[in-house]
């Protein structure tokens, strides 16, 4: 725009469709990396040093989190020694944001490609090189510390076996070999990828106010992106008010989450790193707590002059006369001991690649991942 308001002395507006906006505003750092990588004759890896140049574009946005999302993804392998230099490299082109596991996706790249390299150079299966090579429990602590987590937590070995040595899975790479044998200009590839993903959990505020006439509004920090955050919020106030409640899925229709400003939740801080929904869900529970403290006296001194059950408005009704506070805020902090943990998954992807026009379609992908307990398995 600046460009052709210059050579054309006139005001210019450019016009892009979000499909081409996002061809050239959108995708993730490019980055370049240098490797030196040691190993055995068995494709046991003994060391690794990475050098990486980060193009950080003209502003530095997010940039300056990468390095450490990137190594992080990258550790997912035992590298033995592990040694890295990361410079973050200011250019004049337009800066990439951070959006969907920025520095994780180039960090499992990067080592995935170190270990195809190797087993090219040993002439052995990539899938055993990556087998052999996943973390014990006692090379999982060293190279990620407290977010380990306890023994049993570690399921990424057992995750990677189901699918790697699935009867499917070989069925299906012996197909992809028969089609590239006969196929000239398309050929198709099979890869068993595993990944460890880093979260780490941040103090989050949350907000449930009972109004006169039964309703319940909720505010929390996060926001909703397609994730299901308010699904799980309405959830977890059900859930947290229940005992006050004869009727626990009545009391889910009215719930609404309302969408919070930087001044009503203060703290709210962003939306991001997989740990929102937790960490809200856990502050509205907070919240409910405190309500339930408050209107169990009125309740039970309800139900002392009625065999029936409490209905729900009547609680209100009478806690709005005695002037209970319907409305308690928290603010959950993490507990010190527990602030990272490590999720576990692993995915079988079959692609074919047109090598003529360099098209590539995705023809299969299956995914298996260990998120823990789950707040909400449908929308998980």
Known sequence: CALAAFKLRRPVRMYLDRKTDMIMAGGRHPMKVKYSVGFKSDG????????????????????????????????????GALAFDIKLCKTNVSS????????????????????????????????????????????????????????PTYSLVDIFDKLASSSEYRSRAEAVEWFNGGSRWKKRGISCVPITYEVSLRPTPGKVSILNDGSIAVEVGGVELGQGLYTKVKQMTAFGLGELCPDA?????????????????IQSGFTGGSTTSETSCEAVRQSCAALVERLKPIKEGLEAKSSAAVPWSSLIAQAKMASVNLSAHAFWTP???????????????????????GAT????????????????????
């Not at 990556?130 to 014990?136: A, D, E, I, T, V």
Request: net charge negative; with cysteine.
């Open 335 to 357: 507990d010190p001991a527990f602030v990272k943990y490590l999720n576990y998954g692993a995915a079988v992807s079959e692609v074919e690649i047109d090598v003529l026009t």
């Open 44 to 79: 046991k890896l003994t060391a690794l040093y990475i050098d990486l140049r980060m193009n950080a574009g003209i502003s530095p946005d997010l940039s300056p989190l990468m390095p450490g999302s990137t190594i992080g993804a990258l550790k997912k392998y035992n590298w």
């Open 361 to 380: 379609t995705i023809l299969r992908s299956d995914l298996v991942y260990d998120c823990g307990q789950s707040l909400n398995p449908a929308v998980d």
């Open 96 to 151: 990439k944001s951070a959006m969907r596991a920025p520095g994780d996706v180039q960090g499992s790249f990067i080592a995935e490609v170190i270990i195809e390299h190797v087993a090219s150079v040993l002439a052995a299966n990539p899938n055993a090189i990556r087998r052999k090579n996943l973390h014990s429990v006692e090379s999982l602590t060293k190279f990620y510390g407290d977010a380990a987590g306890d023994a």
């Open 249 to 265: 899925d009545g009391l889910l229709g009215k719930v609404r989450v309302i969408q919070v400003d930087s001044l009503s939740m």
